[in-house]
């Protein structure tokens, strides 16, 4: 089943197209990595799919509901993990994942075995009562996918997950984002080639708003005849410019 | 349930602040103090207690404007108000979420400032009790110019505007420190254009029990209070649209 598609999806700001007539299907399940450089239009394109800005023309389909005309019952399925880290720095880890419980409506039975379930799920044990603006990037940014997943979404936006933590922590990170696959459907933006590599199943390489390729990254070293995504991602990439 | 829930952070947020707590229960004491120790010095009948405990609690409301402004720039300028867009929250759980955590911080600010000009040699009466109800359209008038500018300025544009520009407007404006009398001509008349010298003057009517002369003051406090509210609800929707 098709759990995203995107019908010519374009973002205009004044001159500028960040996304440009953006077409994709998205099984659900599946880990779909936006591979591009900065610019590229991956945050743009997330931004849309998670009702955070209209689209200036086409539409996308999140289990068959328009992004354009039922952005209301969209949310209540999709949750967001943003770029940077969007935690409550004041309160600790167990009231940022409480909020997040309060605002979606659980009972309090509820909020406390999703607490229990996540702090277990991503290792929160251990800092569940420290403040959260207190905390290193590494667990700011488990706190921040923790409260997305908190309500039980059955499509999640990770924007560059791992960006600017150090290789221990992006390690942490990729295993529980591995530890998703399957559950949940996942849309994954970055620009490192290795994440991408290790963690989709299928990734679309984007240059200025446009898709480029879009294959398993096999599929994608393969046709370019490339033996790594960051060999291929380059020239795919250059090969667009001439 | 959902703008209790963010009431409450906004709240925890707020308190957990030592510098919010200084400005909102330390100044106040301090100023009533200063005040008191200059008049027992050199009377001025602009600081005798009933005079000025009035002010000092108006006065120390100005920095739920603060409160207000920072919180929301901040939010708006992270991602966690990108997070909560993406939630089913609603325009009024966001409006109500800020606003409502507040009043309370305001009346025990009221309290703390009450409480210690009763010590100071305040008599208490039920005026007192009174003069702190009026302290509540006081506060939503300040919290509503506090989403106002939180929903247009930065958290750094804020610091200067909302902590320095309007507590000394609201403070020359208001004749706590000074009567507004001695410099008269234009400068009077736009004070009195403006809402704080009549929510200064409510409070100070009400604490001696003259509520008929604390009335026409009310209606000058609400009609800012509610206009500013307003206003502050349609830049906000607009900025959560531009988002």
């Known amino acids: 089943m098709v759990a995203v598609k995107l019908e010519n999806l374009t973002k205009k700001y004044k001159d500028v197209v960040a996304v440009d007539r953006l077409s994709l299907d998205i099984e659900e399940g599946e880990l779909f990595a936006l591979l591009g450089v900065n610019g590229a239009g991956k945050t743009t394109a997330i931004k849309m799919l998670s009702c955070l800005t209209a689209p200036t023309e086409g539409d996308a389909f999140l289990l068959g509901k328009s992004i354009c005309r039922e952005s209301a019952d969209i949310k209540a399925f999709i949750a967001v993990s943003p770029q940077e880290t969007a935690i409550a720095p004041g309160l600790s880890v167990r009231e940022n994942l409480s909020l997040m419980c309060g605002i979606h409506g659980f009972s309090r039975e509820k909020k406390d075995e999703k607490i229990r379930e996540l702090t277990e799920q991503l290792s929160l044990e251990s800092v569940l009562d420290r403040r959260a603006g207190k905390l290193s990037g590494g667990w700011q940014r488990r706190l921040s996918i923790a409260m997305a997943l908190i309500s039980e979404p059955r499509i999640l936006f990770l924007d560059e997950p791992t960006l600017g933590l150090d290789v221990l922590a992006r390690s942490e990170l990729w295993d529980i984002i591995r530890a998703l696959k399957g559950k949940v459907t996942i849309l994954l933006t970055t620009h490192y080639m290795e994440e991408a590599e290790a963690l989709s199943d299928r990734l679309a390489i984007l240059k200025d708003g446009k898709l480029l390729m879009c294959d398993t990254p096999d599929g994608i070293k393969a046709a370019t005849g490339e033996d790594s995504i960051e060999k291929a991602f380059i020239r795919v990439v250059k090969e667009a410019k001439k | ?243």
């Open chain 2, 1 to 243: 349930m959902r703008t209790l829930t963010f009431g409450g952070r906004n709240f925890k947020e707020i308190l957990r602040d030592p510098l919010n707590l200084c400005f909102l229960f330390g100044f106040p004491i301090v100023l009533l103090l200063l005040l008191s120790a200059i008049q027992a010095n050199i009377p001025v009948s602009l600081f005798e207690i009933e005079q000025l405990s009035p002010g000092i609690a108006v006065f120390g409301l100005s920095f739920m404007t603060l409160f207000a402004a920072t919180l929301i720039a901040k939010d708006r300028q992270s991602s966690f108000m990108h997070r909560l867009y993406t939630t089913p929250m609603t325009p009024a759980d966001f409006i109500l979420g800020y606003t409502l955590p507040l009043l309370p911080i305001a009346l025990a600010e009221g309290v703390v400032c009450f409480a210690f000009a009763l010590i100071l040699g305040l008599k208490l009466s039920i005026n007192v009790l009174l003069s702190l109800i009026f302290l509540l359209p006081v506060a939503l008038l300040y919290i509503a110019i506090g989403l106002l500018c939180g929903s247009v300025l930065s958290d750094k544009q804020v610091g200067g505007i909302c902590g320095a520009l309007l507590t000394n407007l609201s403070a020359w404006l208001s004749g706590i420190w000074f009567d507004l009398d001695l410099v008269g001509g234009v400068f009077k008349k736009i004070a009195y254009a403006l809402p704080f010298v009549h929510a200064v003057e409510m409070e100070r009517a009400v604490l001696v029990g003259n509520f008929p002369a604390a009335l026409p003051h009310l209606w000058w406090v609400l009609g800012y209070a509610a206009a500013t509210l307003i206003a502050a609800i349609l830049l906000f929707l607009h900025q959560m649209k531009k988002q």
